[in-house]
């Protein structure tokens, strides 16, 4: 069994299927989101590259009836108690039902 196998099915068994990760699970999203609610808050690292990305979650939110309420800033390498505090602020002004979170270690962290 490979690393990544190994650390898949850890994340499986501790968070079951509340975490997406992995290659091309991006168009899946949307339908995750759909079955816990209709309104959604993405937090989203701002990595280069990352806009391609995130149009894929846009897109797989949109095709699924979801509606991207929010969508705010990541947080900076090791989570900054200021980063922490502006995403909690952020979200206290939405209405989201659900909490989509794409981006590195600190913003999945945040």
Do not use: W
């Amino acid at each position: 069994m490979t690393d990544f196998k190994k650390a898949q099915g850890l994340l499986h068994e501790i968070k079951g299927d509340s975490y997406l990760f992995g290659p091309d699970v991006l168009p899946e999203v949307g339908q995750r989101v759909a079955a816990a609610g209709k309104k959604a808050a993405l937090i989203r690292g701002t990595f280069a590259g990352s806009d391609d990305y995130v149009e894929i979650i846009r897109n797989s939110l949109t095709e699924s009836g979801v509606n991207l309420v929010a969508e705010i800033r990541g947080a900076r390498p090791n989570c900054p108690r200021e980063d922490l505090f502006r995403i909690a602020e952020n979200l206290r002004e939405t209405d989201a039902d659900v909490i989509v979170s794409f981006g590195g270690g600190s913003t999945i962290d945040a």
